[in-house]
């Protein structure tokens, strides 16, 4: 029987990546890429030449039973996302759930995601947090909000920069204008920015200067 490593690649800046998940990635039989043509590029500059195959969102469903058929037979697979952590907002849990069903082993190697940088430099309370990912778009959204109304820990949210003020502004109307609330985007590239303040300041912030890049909102819990 094979195993399934679960391997973290950078959220931007490639020196991120780890001496062992290069070699994970080496040694595979076949490597599972949420985006072949983006995780070519991070292939590419490590000379990483296995086999690879499309595993996102929209074809898992359909996929996992062949991949835990060829880790059964004995082949060692690696899951990358297009950045960060597998699983972790991205494709990955299914595969996973699968695999320890079937009683193969999974390890998941140390490494990026997104949000653990944004909580440590958000300068909010991180001895107790819940991280919330992506909020609903539409169905479910308002009652998600209400349910996080009473939340004492740090809340860690990911959100696109198309829906940035639109999101702290419903924030504002939810949890009050004075939350404390930290903007982290693009860690790790070169223009990495944290915007820290009330919800009034740092809506004010972005509605002035456009969001752009991939975006971590770090937001108080209720005092």
């Not at 079937?102 to 001895?127: H, K, M, R, W, Y």
């Not at 919800?199 to 909102?217: Q, R």
């Amino acid at each position: 029987m094979g195993k399934l490593y679960v391997v973290p690649t950078p959220v931007g800046n490639l020196e991120d990546m780890t001496f062992r998940a290069i070699r994970v990635l080496k040694e595979a039989d076949l490597i599972l890429a949420e985006d072949t043509r983006t995780s070519s590029v991070l292939m590419k500059h490590y000379e990483i030449k296995n086999p690879m195959m499309s595993h996102h969102k929209f074809n898992e469903h359909k996929t996992v039973e062949g991949i835990v058929s060829r880790i059964l037979a004995g082949q060692t697979v690696a899951l990358v996302s297009d950045a960060g952590t597998p699983a972790i907002s991205d494709p990955g849990f299914l595969v996973v759930r699968e695999c320890v069903r079937n009683g193969i082993e999974v390890q998941c190697l140390p490494g990026a995601t997104a949000f653990v940088p944004a909580l440590v430099s958000s300068g909010l309370p991180n001895d107790r947090f819940c991280f919330e990912g992506f909020l609903p778009q539409k169905k479910g959204r308002q009652t998600r909000l209400q349910s996080l109304q009473e939340e004492k820990r740090t809340m860690i949210f990911y959100e696109s920069p198309y829906r940035l003020v639109k999101t702290l502004t419903q924030f504002a109307e939810y949890y009050g204008t004075d939350r404390q609330v930290a903007v982290c985007r693009e860690i790790s590239k070169i223009h990495e920015e944290c915007v820290r303040g009330s919800l009034t300041e740092v809506i004010a912030h972005f509605t002035a200067h456009e969001p752009k890049g991939e975006i971590v909102v770090v937001l108080a819990g209720k005092e």
